[in-house]
Each structure stands twice: as C-alpha cells, then as structure tokens.
C-alpha cells in the first residue's frame, strides 16, 4: 500500500541533543511538508519542500533543519536551539503545489525532550 | 496574513444530536478549503473539500460543509452523530501557494 512512513512513533531526547525524525513516503509525490501540533494550536508549518533539493521555511523553522536529497525522503532535524521541542510532528506529502490537492499524512513522531 | 479559525475547541454531544463545527478563513485569492478528521490513535484523514463549483460540499461518514463566501465560512455539519465520530476535526485552508493552514482543531466527544 502506498503511504507514508514516520518513524520512530514514540522518541526521546535529552537537552542539548539534535534528533532526526525520519519521513519516506511512496506516493510519488512532488511536494513534502512537516508540522508540528500542539495542543489547541492545531498544525504549525515548520517546512516544506516542492521539489527535490529545494526547500522553504515555513511559519515556526527556527530551531528546525531539513534535507531533501531524494523524492521519497523528507527528513526533520530538531536542533539543540529548538526552545520547546517537546511537540507531536506530522509529515505530509501532496501530488503537487496546486492548492486544491489535499494532503496524505503520516501516523506522526511525538518527541519528548527529557 | 492568512488564518483560519474554529470557533469551538471542545463539543460534547449525546448520539444523535445535530453537529455543525465553525470555521472562518481570512485571505483572498484562490480558496480551497478541506475538512481533516484525526481519530483517536489514528493518522490525519481528510472529510471532504471544497476548490469550486457547488458550495454544498458531501465529504465521507455522512459529513458535509458549505462554502459561504459572503461570511469566509466553511462549516462542519453532519445531521445525526455516532460515538464513533469521537475525534479531532481541523479545518485547512490553502491559496496559491498549495500550502495547507489550519485552524487550532474542535475536540468532539459524543456520549453513547
């Protein structure tokens, strides 16, 4: 079944520690994206990336990296310098950048910053 | 700057009540608005959509939405709800740019 795969679910990280979560996805899409959700503050664009090797910040990128080196593959860095990390991360992909595609989500990573 | 908001944060309803869920969006341009559903444990799955055409929107689950442009609305109904529609409701909305804005998510709890 195509989709798109996050992982770990569940992961862990001490202070000062930069962690990468993982996003693969086999829908052939063109465009990826990561969010985070906190709660009541529904889904916060942190980046996206339309094409492979290119990339944009989105509303809240500050502490975040991203890499985009191959179609399938859209992994986040949370940084050291990320001030609240501790957040539930969705990773989604679309077709295209057309607006009137909807989105196909992964089942998320919820990061605990320990 | 472009938003979209959801009225409520929180409703309880008995089964069988009547269900509409706000939301408003605040840009101009090209709109596409979406309906997401996050069941308990479950990944993002999208209700319905709106791009153009008949403003009354039928999406999965006996769930609608209707485009009301004169009031930048686009709510949530559904007539009759099920302890299964127990979830998370985002509402989204995206211009030219193709990216998705959501709104700060309605959490539904119906009582059996």
């Known amino acids: 079944d195509g989709g798109i795969t996050q992982s770990p679910k569940y992961l862990f990280r001490k202070e000062g520690q930069n962690v990468t979560l993982s996003c693969e996805q086999n829908l052939n899409h063109d465009a990826m994206y990561w969010y985070r959700q906190d709660p009541g503050q529904g889904l916060r664009l942190i980046y996206y990336?339309?094409?492979?090797?290119?990339?944009q910040k989105g509303d809240i990128a500050e502490g975040y990296s991203v890499s985009r080196e191959k179609k399938e593959s859209f992994p986040l860095t949370v940084t050291s310098a990320q001030k609240n990390p501790t957040a539930f991360y969705l990773c989604a992909s679309s077709p295209g950048a057309q607006p009137n595609y909807g989105y196909t989500f992964g089942s998320g990573t919820r990061l605990t910053v320990v | 700057a472009q938003s979209v908001s959801q009225h409520n944060h929180h409703v309880i309803l008995s089964e069988a009540a009547s269900l509409e869920l706000g939301c408003n969006y605040s840009?101009?341009?090209?709109?596409?608005l979406f309906w997401y559903v996050q069941y308990p444990g479950q990944h993002l799955q999208l209700l319905l959509k709106y791009f153009s055409g008949d403003p009354l929107v039928k999406g999965i689950k006996g769930f609608e939405a209707e485009f009301i442009k004169s009031k930048f609305s686009f709510n949530l109904r559904k007539p009759s709800v099920q302890w299964s529609d127990t979830a998370e409701y985002f509402c989204a909305g995206s211009s030219n740019t193709g990216k998705l804005i959501f709104g700060q998510g309605t959490t539904l709890q119906v009582k059996p």
């Open positions: 840009y101009g341009g090209t709109v596409n």
């Open positions: 990336s339309q094409i492979v090797n290119d990339f």
